[in-house]
């Protein structure tokens, strides 16, 4: 069973991820790393737990598990391009891209 991160190791969180120009394949393949603990090669069950939480964190201080879960599904809906609940590293930059445009 993965473990979910600890908010001080959220890669997230970092300057870079709020600027598109600044953000490199690099810090894609570090969150990618980070996220996917078993290196299945897509984030998945509790991996992915952690980093939509992680994710949410970004755009919202105070949420709940309902808000989390609807946060989620969004998420899934638009960015979980083959529609089996995982992300891939395709999927994941598509996601970062997103979130660092806005």
Known sequence: MAKLLPVKENFLTRQVFKESNNLTKEDIEKVFSLYDRDN???IENEELSGFLKDLLELVKNDY???DLAD????ILM???TNKDGKVTKKELTLILMTISNQ
């Open 71 to 74: 946060f989620s599904q969004t």
């Open 78 to 80: 638009g960015c979980d």
């Open 64 to 66: 709940d598990t309902s």
């Open 40 to 42: 299945s090669g897509e």
